[in-house]
């Protein structure tokens, strides 16, 4: 991908060496994102030995450095929406459980002296618009409800439509997500743990008291028990798949004056909604992140477009900004019922599986950790129940609002029948890819800088969708189930493990 956060200029990643060797452990976690190593952290503070590998070089994964690291225990698309889905009962729990994540980032940071510029602060949820005051008076009274702390507001940080108010929640939280996750590293690592980069999960068996994975090289690690926490799960090819929706979101970031705009989390209520927050940068200056403009994955290939909506949006609202430094973008794995799935994966015994954190990933990845050691160590898991990764869908709006989403993998199989997105390779400008029609085949074309240009099957390894140009991110997106590839096919983003075919 060729964007990077501020997160990832700021401070980078650590590199750790690929496996060289058959070894054995008690735990092995396959991605080392926040959820990956939230889990590892949890499992080797509990004397267990443990390894995480990860298909890149990097450690921390790859949404995890993309993310803007809001700490909310509001939820973004609405506790009433969960109650209507499930009931109050899961909603006040699930509340608790952003609750308790929050909290332990808290405490780790304390405990192992992580210095991850954590801080508590006020979310702020303001109307786009005044119809929109149906969803936040709904919102307020399913909050006192279920016991979320609320309050209403008359005056907000960013001008509110006339005869408007916002919703203010107390307690909520922000970090540096890499400062974090480089201490999680030294935490795992101090406790014995071993982690290493480069290393590709392929395929797994479990037996009596154990699993065995086996990687790219043909390496097997034997464990007492695997945690699958790849963004989007490589370890089952459909099941949990038809639960979950990948959406592109898109993020600006840029100096403003110290004390020009108050330290808060504010988003508000479009359905691709604006996301706000700002990081402490020196003396002078805070930087101001604004995300939003999301999409369905694959589907839209405007994103010039989609960063200067942000910025226009954000300069109206807050005049200090100086102007986006960092301009990034990322996918987040929408479940159907607003919650995500974690925990033993259905029809296993030692392993466990993280996915379907939306847009809250963060506090997600961490209650998915708390979830997991409870259920590894046989205590009693609070949350298991209600984040079951085996729990079925259930009738009422978010079913409806999903298979819209599901459409569109309905649209994708007629792509085997239409013509290409250029006639032919001698369109394409260096930097450029596209999809072409040759006979019955799509091929994925990318033109490099050298003007040779590489070919291989548009053909999703995961199970058949047809892949689409990410003219941003120079990479190929495919909207089914969220996996993406590098212009020479090589694999970035699962569920796919295996590299676009070679084309015919
Ligand atoms: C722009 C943006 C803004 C966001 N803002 C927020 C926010 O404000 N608050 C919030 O809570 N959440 C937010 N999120 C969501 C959150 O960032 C993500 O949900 C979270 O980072 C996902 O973490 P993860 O550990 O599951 O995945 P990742 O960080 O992607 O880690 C998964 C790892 O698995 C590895 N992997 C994949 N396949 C294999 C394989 N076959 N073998 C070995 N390793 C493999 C990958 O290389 C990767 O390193 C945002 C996301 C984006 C994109
Ligand atoms: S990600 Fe499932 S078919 Fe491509």
């Given at each position: ?69 809001h ?5 973004d698309d ?169 959406d592109?979101t ?23 909604y604006?996301y ?15 995300g939003?403009?999301d ?37 987040v794995?929408e ?22 954190d939306s847009g809250q990933g ?143």
């Amino acid at each position: 991908m060729t964007t990077s956060s501020f997160w990832y200029e700021d401070v980078g990643l650590e590199k750790r060496p690929p496996l060289a060797a058959d070894a054995q452990c008690d735990l092995v976690v396959v991605g080392s994102g926040i959820a990956g190593m939230s889990s590892a952290y949890e499992a080797a503070r509990f004397g267990w030995r443990v390894i995480v590998i990860d298909r890149a070089e990097t450690i921390g994964g790859v949404m995890t450095p993309r993310t803007t690291a809001h700490l909310a225990t509001e939820l973004d698309d609405y506790y009433y929406y969960l109650i209507k889905a499930r009931s109050e009962d899961d909603a006040r729990l699930y509340h608790e459980s952003q609750v308790a994540a929050v909290n332990r980032i808290e405490t780790i940071c304390r405990d192992e002296g992580i210095d991850a510029d954590f801080a508590r602060l006020e979310g702020i949820l303001v109307p786009a618009e005044p119809a929109h005051m149906r969803d936040l008076q709904q919102e307020y009274d399913a909050c006192r409800a279920i016991g979320v702390d609320v309050e209403w507001l008359d005056q907000a940080p960013i001008p509110l439509p006339d005869g408007t108010r916002a919703l203010r929640f107390p307690n909520q939280g922000r970090f540096h997500p890499l400062k974090y996750i480089r201490g999680l590293i030294a935490a795992v690592e101090g406790r014995g743990g071993k982690i290493h980069g480069g290393t590709v999960y392929v395929d797994h068996q479990e037996e009596d008291g154990g699993v065995t994975i086996e990687t790219e090289a043909g390496h097997k690690i034997r464990a007492r028990a695997a945690l699958f926490a790849t963004n989007s799960p490589v370890n089952d090819k459909v099941t949990i798949h038809t639960k979950l929706v990948p959406d592109r979101t898109y993020v600006i970031a840029g100096p403003v004056p110290k004390g020009s705009v108050p330290d808060l989390l504010i988003w508000d209520t479009l359905e691709a909604y604006h996301y706000v927050r700002l990081q402490p940068l020196g003396e002078t200056e805070d930087l101001l992140i604004v995300g939003g403009e999301d999409h369905r994955s694959g589907m839209a290939n405007d994103m010039d477009e989609r960063f200067a909506h942000l910025e226009t949006w954000t300069r109206e609202r807050f005049p200090s900004f100086q102007g986006a430094r960092y301009r990034w973008s990322g996918q987040v794995m929408e479940p159907v019922d607003f919650m995500p799935y974690t925990g033993r994966n259905p029809g296993n015994r030692n392993i466990y599986v993280h996915t379907g954190d939306s847009g809250q990933g963060m506090t997600n990845g961490v209650a998915g950790a708390i979830n997991f050691a409870a259920l590894l160590f046989e205590q009693k898991a609070h949350f298991a129940e209600l984040l079951d990764p085996a729990r079925k869908p259930v009738a009422g709006t978010s079913l409806a609002d999903f298979v819209s989403g599901r459409a569109e993998d309905v649209a994708n199989l007629s792509e085997y029948l239409t013509g290409g997105d250029v006639a032919s390779v001698d369109e394409l400008k260096p930097g450029e890819g596209a999809i072409i029609r040759r006979g019955t085949a799509k091929i994925a074309a990318f033109r490099q800088d050298d003007g040779t240009v590489i070919e291989r099957s548009a053909v999703c390894t995961h199970v058949g969708c047809i892949v689409h140009w990410n003219g941003l991110e120079k990479c190929w997106d495919c909207p089914c189930h969220g996996s993406q590839f590098q212009p020479d096919g090589q694999v970035i983003n699962g569920p796919a493990i295996r590299p676009l075919a070679e084309a015919d």
